[in-house]
């Protein structure tokens, strides 16, 4: 038996669809995402326009799209879709209160092309990935991959605007018909299959139509929202290089490249694909360019989205083509701000319902990854402490994080990167033997 047939994969990495097939599970990929939360909370601390946030959200629907289609179609060759990442959300306000909007741009160009350059021609990215990043260490970053992203979906239902009880029953009928469609997919041939493959979908439409009944569906904004606009280059300001602003940006960087290499392992894991070095210096590169595109459109550093991996568990497709048709989606979602508006309204009791159980396919297959090593004092260690200080991370008090360094808050921001620094930290100290 293969791995992708023990992965219970329907649709394979390099298997062929029709373009019809691929659009429809293409488009749950990306109405399962959350990307426009990160520009969203971005804005807000930068203080900008009503019509300024639009276009930064509209400019980060493009810079997704086309990262994704760089990756998946050039960089890693697998089912990874780009997004915004969370991590330089504090670095990117304080750059654009301090020294303008301008040195936003300035600051992530070097270090998008940095991270480029240490996969081809440098190939240093697979080299240092081999060396700290063995089976136990991939595994346990799965895991936290997961645990660190569940309590931000929970958090999400109970602090969405409406009735926090109505909020619970939305998610969790959301989360109950995605269920009951991977289950029909398990247990019926046929129909079964389909109700898998479109269970996303399936969830959001069931989700959204229980959401209508308490009135918490708001879709009058699509209205306001235009029907095309062009993007262009630098739409914030000439780039200004300020040296410390692009040296915070290239600390970021490799923290959000440590983040994103998890997401490799949850992909690889699942798919069955192995990463090998050609490989993962593809995927820095591909990594290096979406960032750098997402720099000159205006839009944030992108990393690949793990929830979007872990719906390649539940739906069991697999196939880069249907990602890359999600790229496609999200560009011209990036250049219709109709459509990408209408995306946004989609209730997030409903996205968040969907979310916890991607987070739990996720921490699923990092314990399929590990289950084989045999677990004594030193791999326990390993594995547990760092899930330990993850979830201090994701219930460790805002107000803590402004008492702390610059360089400290960017790490201590992102549950992810302290799991997995502490989990590569730990296998490189503790000793093997006796």
Same mark, same amino acid.
């Given at each position: 038996?293969?791995?992708?047939?023990?992965?219970?994969?329907?649709?394979?990495?390099?298997? #062929?669809?029709?373009?019809?097939?691929?659009?429809?599970?293409?488009?749950?990929?990306?109405?399962?995402?959350?990307?426009?939360?990160?520009?969203?909370?971005?804005?807000?601390?930068?203080?900008?326009?009503?019509?300024?946030?639009?276009?930064?959200?509209?400019?980060?629907?493009?810079?997704?799209?086309? *990262?994704?289609?760089?990756?998946?179609? *050039?960089?890693? #060759?697998?089912?990874?879709?780009?997004?915004?990442?969370?991590?330089?959300?504090? *670095?990117?306000?304080?750059?654009?209160? #301090?020294?303008?909007?301008?040195?936003?741009?300035?600051?992530?160009?070097?270090?998008?092309?940095?991270?480029?350059?240490?996969?081809?021609?440098? #190939?240093?990215?697979?080299?240092?990935?081999?060396?700290?990043?063995?089976?136990?260490?991939?595994?346990?970053?799965?895991?936290?991959?997961?645990?660190?992203?569940?309590?931000?979906?929970?958090?999400?239902?109970?602090?969405?605007?409406?009735?926090?009880?109505?909020?619970?029953?939305?998610?969790?009928?959301? *989360?109950?018909?995605?269920?009951?469609?991977?289950?029909?997919?398990?247990?019926?041939?046929?129909?079964?299959?389909?109700?898998?493959?479109?269970?996303?979908?399936?969830?959001?439409?069931?989700?959204?139509?229980?959401?209508?009944?308490?009135?918490?569906?708001?879709?009058?904004?699509?209205?306001?929202?235009?029907?095309?606009?062009?993007?262009?280059?630098?739409?914030?300001?000439?780039?200004?290089?300020?040296?410390?602003?692009?040296?915070?940006?290239?600390?970021?960087?490799?923290?959000?490249?440590?983040?994103? $290499?998890? $997401?490799?392992?949850? &992909? %690889?894991?699942?798919?069955?694909?192995?990463?090998?070095?050609?490989?993962?210096?593809?995927?820095?590169?591909?990594?290096?360019?979406?960032?750098?595109?997402?720099?000159?459109?205006?839009?944030?550093?992108? $990393?690949?989205?793990?929830?979007?991996?872990?719906?390649?568990?539940?739906?069991? &497709?697999? %196939?880069?083509?249907?990602?890359?048709?999600?790229?496609?989606?999200?560009?011209?979602?990036?250049?219709?701000?109709?459509?990408?508006?209408?995306?946004?309204?989609?209730?997030?009791?409903?996205?968040?319902?969907?979310?916890?159980?991607?987070?739990?396919?996720?921490?699923?297959?990092?314990?399929?990854?590990?289950?084989?090593?045999?677990?004594?004092?030193?791999?326990?260690?390993?594995?547990?402490?760092?899930?330990?200080?993850?979830?201090?991370? $994701?219930?460790?008090?805002?107000?803590?994080?402004?008492?702390?360094?610059?360089?400290?808050?960017?790490?201590?921001?992102?549950?992810?990167?302290?799991?997995?620094?502490?989990?590569?930290?730990?296998?490189?100290?503790?000793?093997?033997?006796?």
């Amino acid at each position: 038996m293969d791995n992708q047939t023990e992965n219970n994969i329907v649709i394979s990495v390099h298997e #062929k669809i029709s373009y019809h097939k691929a659009f429809i599970l293409g488009l749950q990929h990306v109405l399962a995402m959350d990307l426009y939360i990160a520009p969203i909370i971005i804005a807000g601390l930068l203080s900008l326009s009503t019509e300024n946030t639009s276009f930064f959200v509209q400019m980060c629907f493009l810079a997704t799209g086309l *990262a994704t289609l760089i990756q998946t179609g *050039a960089g890693i #060759k697998l089912p990874v879709v780009q997004g915004p990442s969370y991590v330089p959300i504090g *670095a990117i306000a304080a750059i654009g209160g #301090k020294l303008g909007l301008g040195a936003i741009a300035g600051s992530l160009i070097p270090g998008a092309i940095l991270i480029t350059l240490i996969g081809y021609p440098l #190939k240093w990215f697979a080299k240092a990935v081999r060396k700290i990043i063995p089976p136990l260490v991939g595994g346990t970053v799965i895991i936290i991959v997961g645990i660190s992203l569940m309590p931000t979906g929970l958090n999400n239902i109970y602090q969405a605007e409406g009735n926090i009880g109505e909020n619970i029953l939305i998610a969790a009928i959301s *989360a109950a018909v995605l269920i009951i469609c991977m289950l029909l997919g398990r247990r019926m041939k046929g129909i079964g299959t389909f109700f898998r493959l479109v269970s996303v979908i399936i969830a959001i439409v069931a989700g959204t139509i229980t959401a209508s009944l308490f009135g918490t569906v708001d879709f009058s904004p699509v209205k306001e929202a235009s029907w095309f606009a062009l993007p262009s280059l630098f739409p914030f300001g000439k780039p200004v290089f300020n040296l410390n602003a692009m040296i915070t940006m290239v600390f970021v960087y490799f923290i959000i490249l440590l983040e994103t $290499t998890g $997401t490799w392992f949850v &992909v %690889s894991s699942i798919t069955g694909e192995e990463l090998d070095d050609r490989r993962l210096n593809r995927a820095s590169v591909g990594e290096g360019i979406g960032c750098l595109v997402g720099s000159l459109f205006g839009s944030t550093p992108m $990393t690949g989205y793990s929830s979007n991996a872990g719906l390649l568990a539940i739906t069991g &497709v697999a %196939s880069r083509m249907v990602i890359i048709m999600s790229g496609v989606i999200l560009v011209c979602l990036g250049l219709i701000p109709k459509l990408s508006t209408a995306i946004t309204c989609i209730p997030e009791p409903v996205i968040n319902g969907i979310f916890g159980i991607v987070c739990v396919a996720i921490v699923t297959n990092g314990m399929k990854v590990i289950q084989p090593i045999i677990i004594d004092d030193r791999n326990m260690m390993i594995i547990g402490l760092p899930i330990l200080l993850t979830i201090a991370i $994701t219930v460790l008090p805002t107000d803590a994080l402004n008492k702390v360094p610059d360089w400290a808050n960017y790490i201590l921001s992102s549950a992810t990167t302290v799991g997995a620094l502490a989990t590569v930290l730990l296998n490189l100290f503790i000793p093997k033997t006796r």
